[in-house]
């Protein structure tokens, strides 16, 4: 019987982190085979537009996240609309649904999260949906366009998935109420002040908002459909349909009994190696450093996973390379409030310094420890938040200038000449620009 080829690089995942991986392989090794496994069919596309799909906003072709000859031209081969069902760390294969196993040399497990589905009665009803993927965005659509009268929706979980299919929604004159077991959205992205902003912009546009409470079944009146929810406090809410928002969790089903460890998510060094030897992992599926809290976390962002991609990608490649660390990041600008996060957006303890500024429907607030920024938020005027992201993010002591940090005339020429002269040194290629991940989101990782 003869031996299966081995593939130089496999890369299980087709979003940010893959093709980061992809990307760097091929600047470093213009010939290794790079094969790509994704489930879903589709080139790769930004997953963050999906809701702008839903909208009708854009096209399937605009959300592409690289040209449509990007394969081609890297020599990349992709097995599209195939899932992964099993991995063999010690024989390195992948068995897929369809085909005969694959063996690998580097294996990048670039998998993504899948939607957390709470046990609620009556979730496998016609009308129940996730909003994760384009496919999902995709049912949502054909559904919605099965009706000529006012649809009405329930979407259980106020976080940003929530948020960003309620505003499609919205757009596509959807009635919404939206269901959060919080006392209040958004409330692991903003602190207290900013999801105030967001939930008032939320119910000016026609959103009911229920806070503190969950829904323990979907009901249904007609055979298979939805016809409302029930809360745990015995309300029944009416609604032709569902959208389960409640968050995502890394995709590990396959990783059972690999060997490779896992927490949370699946753990990496900072060379993006998982604890098994030629196998490494990025973006939502890894535990990868965090700078701000100094360890391993989830930080399930596309930038994040991009960045992580690349670094996993040089190490394939034999390129040794260190992940500088990312962290929680978010640009929204849901219902036209502009808002921009990072870090902690609410500090653990007293031992940490929190300076804000407010005014005219402006907001400022920094988070410090030890002289150095620990976390930020700025609602409405968002332009100079990359200049502080990234002070955060070099570990720069503010102490000297962090009164300036929320000023209304706070720039470049606001830092000392020393550090001022070193961010006008370092290439801008290394840099995120947050505004851009807000104006242009199909951009969002161009300038990583």
């Not at 809360?231 to 060997?259: E, T």
């Not at 402006?362 to 938020?377: N, Q, T």
């Amino acid at each position: 019987m003869s031996v299966p080829e081995k593939i130089k690089y496999l890369i299980i995942g087709n979003s940010a982190g893959g093709i980061g991986a992809a990307e760097a392989i091929r600047e470093v090794d213009k010939k290794g085979t790079i094969n790509v496994i994704s489930d879903e069919p589709y080139p790769a596309y930004s997953r963050p537009l999906i809701s702008d799909y839903l909208a009708g906003d854009y096209t399937v072709e605009k959300m592409l996240y690289r040209p449509v000859d990007f394969y081609e031209k890297n020599s990349i081969k992709t097995i599209l609309g195939d899932k992964v069902i099993q991995l063999d760390t010690e024989k390195h294969t992948v068995k897929l649904e369809s085909i005969k196993p694959l063996t690998y040399q580097k294996l990048l497990l670039a998998t993504g999260g899948s939607p957390i589905i709470p046990r609620i009665e009556g979730n496998g009803l016609q009308g129940v949906f996730t909003f994760n993927k384009l496919d999902d965005a995709r049912s949502i659509d054909e559904f919605l366009n099965r009706y000529t009268k006012k649809i009405r929706a329930v979407v259980i979980g106020g976080g940003l998935i929530g948020a960003s299919v309620t505003e499609a929604l919205l757009k596509r004159e959807v009635k919404v109420t939206i269901v959060e077991m919080k006392d209040r959205i958004l409330n692991t992205i903003l602190d207290e002040e900013t999801s105030a902003m967001e939930a008032e912009a939320l119910v000016e546009c026609g959103v009911e908002i229920i806070t503190d409470h969950t829904a323990v079944s979907i009901n249904s009146y007609f055979p298979g459909e939805v016809s409302g929810i029930s809360l745990d406090d015995g309300r029944s809410i009416p609604c032709d349909m569902v959208v389960i928002a409640v968050g995502v969790q890394p995709r590990l089903d396959f990783i059972k009994n690999s060997g490779i460890k896992v927490n949370r998510g699946v753990i990496v060094d900072r060379q993006m190696q998982t604890s098994v030897a030629d196998v490494y992992a990025c973006g939502d599926v890894a535990e990868a450093f965090d700078f701000i809290y100094r360890e391993n976390r989830l930080t399930p962002i596309w930038p994040n996973a991009y960045a992580g991609g690349r670094t996993a990608g040089r190490n394939m490649a034999g390129i040794p390379d260190k992940y500088p660390g990312g962290t929680a990041m978010n640009a929204v600008k849901y219902f036209g409030v502009k808002i921009v996060s990072a870090g902690l957006v609410v500090p653990p303890d007293e031992s940490y310094e929190t300076l804000r500024e407010v005014h005219d429907h402006i907001y400022r607030k920094i988070i410090l420890r030890d002289g150095k920024l620990a976390g930020m938020v700025f609602a409405g005027d968002i332009e100079k938040s990359g200049i502080v992201y990234n002070l955060m993010k070099d570990g720069t002591d503010v102490s000297s200038f962090k009164e300036a940090i929320i000023s209304d005339d706070f720039g470049l020429t606001s830092l000392p000449d020393d550090i001022r002269q070193a961010k006008l040194a370092t290439p801008p290629d290394k840099y995120i620009s947050v505004v851009t991940s807000i104006e242009e989101p199909e951009e969002i990782v161009v300038e990583e």
